[in-house]
Each structure stands twice: as structure tokens, then as C-alpha cells.
């Protein structure tokens, strides 16, 4: 998405916070690495207490006795 950053149409304060929001907005190349990156982040331990409630579901569901 191209935008003039220089039409004197919209008002300053909206053209500052435009350029500052596109300013840290990822590039293609970043988001090829961030793509590649990806299972490593896909591969960490679960929080122990969803871990906890995922044990318990498992139980209660397979208890006999309800």
C-alpha cells in the first residue's frame, strides 16, 4: 500500500501518525525470516497450568464413576 505521505488534504497530526505506524511496520524480507522462524516458536512448553486443566479434562472425561 502506497500512500502520499505529502497530501496536504489530510491534516498533519494524521500524516505524522501515519508515517510512525508504517515506519515499524515489517518489510517483506522480515516477514520471510519471522515465516522461517516460525516452529521454533511453534515448539515451546505449554504454560504448566494449562497443562494442569488439560490433565484434569482428560480424567474427568474418562472417570467411570460419573
Known amino acids: 500500500m502506497l ?7 489530510l491534516p498533519k497530526y494524521i500524516r505524522d501518525e501515519m508515517r510512525s505506524l508504517l515506519k ?7 516477514l520471510e525470516h519471522i515465516a522461517e522462524q516460525v516452529p521454533q516458536y511453534l515448539e515451546r512448553t505449554p504454560d504448566p497450568l494449562v497443562q494442569l486443566v488439560n490433565e484434569y479434562s482428560e480424567e474427568v472425561d474418562t472417570d467411570p464413576d460419573t
Open 24 to 30: 515499524h511496520y515489517p518489510v517483506q524480507s522480515e
Open 3 to 9: 500512500l502520499n505521505m505529502t497530501n496536504r488534504k
